[in-house]
């Protein structure tokens, strides 16, 4: 997917090769892939705004039943001084894998979306187009994000959505050897930090935020690269999702 270990941020030709390999693989895997072309705006002034191109990509399992749906979420894009090969290609490549392992396993309860958004270091332009115009959008119910601030460690649950006492416990049951500390959660909060959870959190949606943090050195620097990753994080990233996924896709819900 990273063939190049080269930076893509949103509306480059790199990005574009990206894109394309992502929608490529995700139909080789069965899935039909929704592009979510737009242009998103945010910081409206009165006199200006930030606005990016984007295209998101969305793939959809339907459920047994109707109803509210878990998101996979992570993004594509990278920044502009490197390959972004934790941030965020790592999430997506551990999306890719489970949207594997659910196409085999047959569906689920609830119906599930592996969403990929663009635009996310602009300040998450992809995740604001969908909620603001992806018909999708309105019936999620529970969103599982990706994301890394380093290129290397254990995969943490760092942030959750209000009133998470059932999302916790689905975490802390469906998985092994779970990580998760509110103290980290309250340091979050006071950095100038955002992710793709941010936009579905201020939705209404429930939610979880994943990362490993260790390598911080090398975040958002060309040194975000292939060699630096440590392909026991992404393992870990993804066992770890896939056990919380696979729990709330099973739930009810409602």
Request: hydrophobic fraction near 45%.
């Amino acid at each position: 997917l990273l063939a190049e270990d080269r930076p893509h941020p949103v509306g480059s030709e790199a990005n574009a090769v990206v894109r394309e390999r992502l929608v490529a693989h995700l139909a080789a895997l069965g899935y039909d892939v929704e592009i979510q072309e737009t242009v998103a705006c945010h910081g409206w002034t009165g006199t200006q705004a930030t606005c990016a191109p984007v295209q998101n990509l969305a793939a959809r399992l339907p459920g047994q039943v109707q109803g509210p749906t878990v998101a996979l979420v992570a993004h594509f894009d990278s920044v502009g001084a490197g390959p972004g090969a934790a941030d965020d290609m790592a999430g997506v490549a551990a999306i890719l894998e489970i949207a594997r392992a659910f196409q085999v396993e047959g569906p689920r309860r609830n119906p599930v979306v592996f969403l990929l958004t663009d635009g996310e270091e602009v300040g998450m332009m992809g995740a604001r187009a969908f909620a603001a115009g992806h018909p999708w959008a309105q019936d999620l119910g529970v969103v599982l994000n990706f994301e890394a601030r380093g290129t290397h460690g254990a995969s943490i649950m760092f942030e959750t959505s209000d009133d998470n006492a059932w999302l916790v416990a689905a975490y802390a049951s469906a998985v092994d050897r779970p990580s998760a500390n509110s103290l980290t959660y309250e340091v979050y909060k006071a950095l100038p930090n955002d992710s793709d959870l941010t936009v579905f959190k201020d939705m209404g949606v429930a939610g979880l935020n994943f990362a490993f943090i260790e390598g911080v050195a090398h975040y958002h620097t060309p040194l975000d690269s292939l060699a630096y990753l440590s392909p026991r994080s992404v393992q870990h990233q993804g066992e770890t999702v896939l056990a919380v996924a696979r729990a709330l896709a099973d739930r009810d819900l409602a």
